[in-house]
């Protein structure tokens, strides 16, 4: 279960929303959607994503770690973008 990696450690937390991010968009290009950049692709694959606004949400928050040094997350946020890139994997079909 993706979402049950989670610990307290905000390094591990941040990680594992990168890794959840990093393989969405590469189911995405394995499906073969359309774009330069994941947000891209998400767009081409929207209309398959029952939770549009939070996986657009989960991608931001992991943008948010990407570029800033001062990114806190918390479990309840942590977990919440896991289940979201999770639920966006199932959509495209790739678990």
Same mark, same amino acid.
């Given at each position: 279960q993706i979402e049950n990696a989670v &610990?307290?450690? !905000?390094? !591990? *937390?941040? #990680?594992a929303i %990168?890794? @959840?991010d990093k393989l969405l968009d590469k189911a995405l290009k394995? =499906?073969?959607y359309q774009g330069n +950049?994941?947000?891209?692709r998400m767009t081409a694959a929207s209309r398959?994503?029952?939770?549009?606004e939070a996986v657009w949400a989960a991608?931001?928050?992991r943008n948010k770690? @990407?570029?800033?040094? &001062?990114?806190? #997350?918390? *479990?309840?946020? +942590?977990r919440r973008a =896991?289940? !979201?890139?999770?639920? @966006? %994997?199932?959509?495209?079909? @790739?678990?």
């Open positions: &610990t307290d450690d !905000s390094g !591990s *937390q941040q #990680l %990168l890794n @959840a394995q =499906l073969r +950049t994941m947000g891209e398959v994503f029952t939770k549009r991608h931001k928050l770690i @990407a570029h800033e040094d &001062t990114v806190k #997350l918390s *479990q309840q946020l +942590t =896991l289940k !979201s890139f999770k639920q @966006a %994997l199932k959509d495209v079909g @790739a678990l």
